[in-house]
């Protein structure tokens, strides 16, 4: 394997550095042709930087690309394209009202026309590598996994013998997952190079030849697939042991804090996003909330949170019929909400840090005074969060925008720990934060949980909602489908069950 | 420098680029079309006078309050081009209130103003609510309703109109001296005073400021202004942010005419100043929304239309060459405005991760092995 013939993508002292960051720190890898290479490392650590440097994206500060023993430079990535190199993003970039043909041929039209030879291509390359896909299939029709294949296939029908793949399996159900792998299989045996990120490290395992450990922006070791346990390499990773979010026992007590009762809500397009919804969660109960991407998980949050008008239904929060309450007026009775987008519905990121601790909080102590701003009150709690929360900042001064992801959420999550909520909801508490981050988020949902509170989580992480939940429920086109108990299922079980397919069983 | 005074000095250094690049871009079209630049620099950055200061002053004191009208808007986002139809509906309503004189001396002075904020917010809330019952951009709707607003007082004029002595013009009929608002004087000698109502334009600035800044509204309306998904999410109700933030915007714009009304036209006629509610986007784009910053560039521009006044006469060059030298201002500032606050994030970013790097080698170094 050191014969230079081999090398696929050679990359020498790639740094990247971006203000507050620095992405990549003198990065060196050597990815060999034919196999499946896998770019491990915890969230922040410069994965989809250095990614994003193969493709074009971006230009390194420094460094040099060798790709096939030749010296490149990629300024876009239709140089990366021309060099052979293609990439998948992590959200696809798929025209939905369009076939998957129509899709491919977007924008390579001049390779093999749009007409009869792109249809030959598609097809050819589809079953030379298992792909399955069908030309004239809309895209609106296909299911997660089958849009991932179309996205490989436009990346393979331009031409690319090394295909990059951005945390491929984040929007995947475990079965899915296993499909993917097959696919990768395949290309590897017909001699193509697939560079794989993921921070799943069983996975990374299961499917990689070689894996390269990113800690801080730089590389820490490259090691052979075969020749680690998934614990060594997660302590690779964060230098030091991985946390898990170990459950704990039982404090359900008796009392009903949230009730939710025939909740449902019909999109604009006439869809029913949530029909006949009904769930009770209790003081001191966590209850996760399990399903994969888009299947009316963000619309209960909203509904419950007030966020949605048209919501019809009950939600009572200790005993109080909160149905026709704003989302103001639900706040105040002690909803605390921590969204599943930062920073589009948790902050104001061009505010300081201490307006934010007012935002979501307007009308409660100890942020105002009667029709006043307490600018002197909410500034001295914003300290206290910054301490208590561990907010990694310089002052409570600077702009939200400044802090890097896990501490804008770190402050969130102390935001809406304050003023003694009962009931938490939190969705995808710990998405995009590093591993430190994660376990002192965890750690405040645990001990929150044992004073009382009640927690609907929604995560789109098995382990988080197995480690947190007392009680998991599957939701499934906008249906609760399944209730599990965390301590007894297996991520497989979740998995059908989020399908669906556990309904035919 | 700490990261607040660098804060500050791009505040003050980018408008002050600004306009050097206006001055120069207006003397390269004075220069192509053959005026004495350098003589037109010279005439417009003289000494006034202290009757050209009362004026620039004066005309201060009305963009003042069009900015302040706009600016309100800006905060959350909405973008009130139907001031310049509000003030002139709501001045003829002042106009008209006031000349009828139901109540005597300055309770007749409140009670006209008291109409005139009330009719501005009106129009103003029309916009406000097409724009949360039925989705209208308050852009369109504003710009309708200032053509709407010509006839309007055109046709209420002609209803309401006495003829104006000695001349062929028609008016409201005049408002009594005892319920005019006496000037504040400047200097010495005639046209030396200065509309007694630049004394309520500093309050309403003074308002804006502690509405904004100190009041849970205030924050609302900001926060909306920042993120609506987020202030949606924070529990505020951004439909009735919109119509309450439209309405304020109307009553402010409703004052826009009042300084000329009371302190110098005493009547509303066919002559009165228009055009006012347009220079307040730009003052207010210039003063960043600030009421200190509206103050200034509400005096820059008044200064200009003052000192450019003469140029007809002494240098045969057109006075509107100062439109050219408005325009280019109100541009190149919305320019460095973007490209200094994109440069102040990136540098506050950067300050951010020295301060946490130091901080965490520091605690790297005493955390026990």
């Known amino acids: 394997m050191t014969d230079d013939g081999d090398v696929a993508v050679r990359l020498r002292g790639i740094g990247k550095r971006f203000p507050g960051v620095i992405a990549n720190d003198d990065v060196s890898l050597v990815v060999h042709r034919g196999t499946v290479h896998a770019i491990v490392g915890e969230n922040g650590a410069g994965k989809s930087t250095l990614m994003k440097i193969l493709y074009g994206v971006q230009k390194p500060d420094s460094g040099t690309i060798e790709v096939n023993g030749k010296p490149v430079r990629l300024g876009s990535p239709s140089d990366a394209i021309a060099a052979g190199i293609g990439m998948v993003f992590q959200h696809f970039m798929l025209a939905d009202n369009l076939t998957v043909q129509e899709n491919v041929v977007l924008g390579a039209e001049r390779l093999h026309g749009i007409g009869r030879a792109a249809r030959a291509e598609i097809t050819r390359i589809s079953s030379a590598y298992g792909l399955g896909v069908e030309p004239d299939e809309l895209v609106e029709d296909l299911g997660v996994g089958a849009r991932q294949r179309v996205e490989i296939l436009k990346v393979l029908y331009r031409g690319a013998r090394t295909v990059i793949l951005d945390e491929p399996t984040s929007v995947l159900v475990p079965q899915e997952v296993d499909e993917l792998f097959d696919n990768l299989r395949e290309l590897k045996q017909e001699g193509l190079t697939v560079i794989f990120i993921s921070h799943k490290l069983d996975e990374v395992l299961s499917v990689a030849d070689e894996v390269t450990v990113i800690r801080r922006g730089t590389t820490v070791d490259t090691v052979p697939a075969g020749s680690v346990t998934s614990q060594q390499l997660a302590t690779m990773m964060v230098g030091s042991e991985l946390p898990t979010p170990a459950t704990e026992s039982s404090t359900v007590t008796g009392d009903d804090v949230l009730e939710v009762h025939g909740l449902g809500l019909v999109a604009s397009s006439g869809r029913r996003v949530l029909d006949d919804i009904a769930l009770t969660i209790h003081r001191g109960e966590v209850l996760g909330i399990a399903g994969v991407e888009g299947n009316g998980q963000a619309e209960l949050v909203e509904a419950i949170m007030g966020m949605r008008p048209q919501a019809i239904g009950r939600v009572l929060l200790a005993g109080v019929d909160l149905s026709g309450a704003s989302t103001r007026e639900r706040r105040e009775r002690g909803i605390g909400y921590i969204p599943e987008d930062r920073h589009r519905h948790g902050l104001l990121l061009d505010a300081p840090l201490w307006e934010n601790r007012i935002l979501g909080h307007q009308t409660q102590e100890p942020n105002v005074k009667g029709a006043f701003i307490a600018k002197g009150a909410a500034r001295d709690d914003t300290s206290r969060i910054v301490e208590t929360y561990d907010v990694r900042t310089?002052?409570?001064?600077?702009?939200?925008?400044?802090?890097?992801?896990?501490?804008?959420?770190?402050?969130?999550?102390?935001?809406?720990?304050?003023?003694?909520?009962?009931?938490?909801?939190?969705?995808?508490?710990?998405?995009?934060?590093?591993?430190?981050?994660?376990?002192?988020?965890?750690?405040?949902?645990?001990?929150?949980?044992?004073?009382?509170?009640?927690?609907?989580?929604?995560?789109?992480?098995?382990?988080?909602?197995?480690?947190?939940?007392?009680?998991?429920?599957?939701?499934?086109?906008?249906?609760?489908?399944?209730?599990?108990?965390?301590?007894?299922?297996?991520?497989?079980?979740?998995?059908?069950?989020?399908t669906g397919a556990g309904q035919a069983a | 420098m700490t990261p607040r005074s660098t804060r500050v000095a791009l505040m003050v250094g980018a408008p002050v680029l600004a306009l050097v690049a206006a001055f120069l871009i207006t003397s390269i079209v004075l220069t192509v079309a053959g005026d004495p630049a350098v003589d037109v620099w010279t005439q417009i950055l003289s000494v006034p006078q202290s009757r050209n200061v009362a004026n620039i002053i004066n005309s201060a004191t009305v963009y003042y309050l069009s900015g302040l009208a706009v600016a309100i808007g800006f905060r959350m986002n909405l973008f009130n081009i139907g001031v310049d139809g509000q003030y002139r509906l709501a001045a003829f309503v002042a106009a008209y209130v006031a000349g009828e004189a139901w109540v005597p001396s300055y309770l007749n002075t409140v009670l006209a103003i008291v109409a005139a904020v009330m009719v501005g917010a009106a129009w103003a809330g029309i916009a406000g609510l097409l724009r949360v019952t039925r989705g209208v951009s308050e852009v369109i709707s504003t710009i309708m309703l200032n053509a709407i607003s010509t006839s309007l007082v055109a046709f209420l004029l002609r209803q309401a109109a006495v003829d104006v002595q000695g001349s062929n013009n028609i008016g409201t009929k005049p408002i009594p001296r005892g319920s005019w608002i006496p000037g504040i004087s400047v200097g010495s000698g005639p046209g030396t005073e200065v509309y007694g109502f630049i004394v309520i334009a500093a309050l309403l600035g003074i308002g804006y400021s502690v509405l904004l800044n100190r009041t849970r509204f205030g924050f609302d309306l900001r926060a909306t202004g920042h993120s609506e998904p987020a202030a949606v999410a924070s529990g505020i109700s951004v439909r009735r942010m919109v119509l309450v933030s439209m309405l304020l915007s109307g009553a402010v714009a409703g004052t826009v005419g009042l300084p000329i009304l009371f302190g110098d036209a005493h009547s509303y006629g066919v002559t009165f100043q228009s055009g006012l509610g347009f220079a307040g986007i730009a003052i207010a784009l210039l003063g960043r929304n600030h009421p200190v910053g509206i103050a200034l560039g509400a005096l820059l521009f008044a200064y200009l239309d003052e000192q450019a006044n003469p140029l007809q006469i002494l240098l045969n060059v057109s006075p509107y060459i100062v439109k050219i030298t408005q325009g280019t201002i109100v541009l190149t500032v919305v320019i460095a405005y973007e490209v200094v606050r994109r440069y102040g994030v990136r540098l506050e970013q950067r300050q951010v991760a020295r301060a946490l790097e130091v901080r965490g080698s520091d605690s790297a170094a005493k955390a026990p092995a």
């Open chain 1, 394 to 498: 310089p002052g409570i001064d600077v702009l939200a925008r400044a802090l890097s992801g896990g501490n804008q959420q770190k402050l969130i999550v102390g935001r809406e720990m304050s003023g003694d909520p009962v009931l938490l909801i939190a969705s995808h508490p710990t998405r995009g934060v590093d591993v430190g981050a994660q376990a002192a988020i965890w750690d405040h949902i645990k001990d929150a949980r044992r004073r009382g509170l009640a927690v609907l989580l929604v995560s789109a992480d098995l382990d988080e909602l197995i480690g947190l939940s007392d009680r998991i429920d599957v939701i499934l086109r906008g249906h609760l489908v399944a209730s599990f108990d965390p301590d007894d299922v297996t991520p497989e079980q979740l998995g059908s069950a989020m």
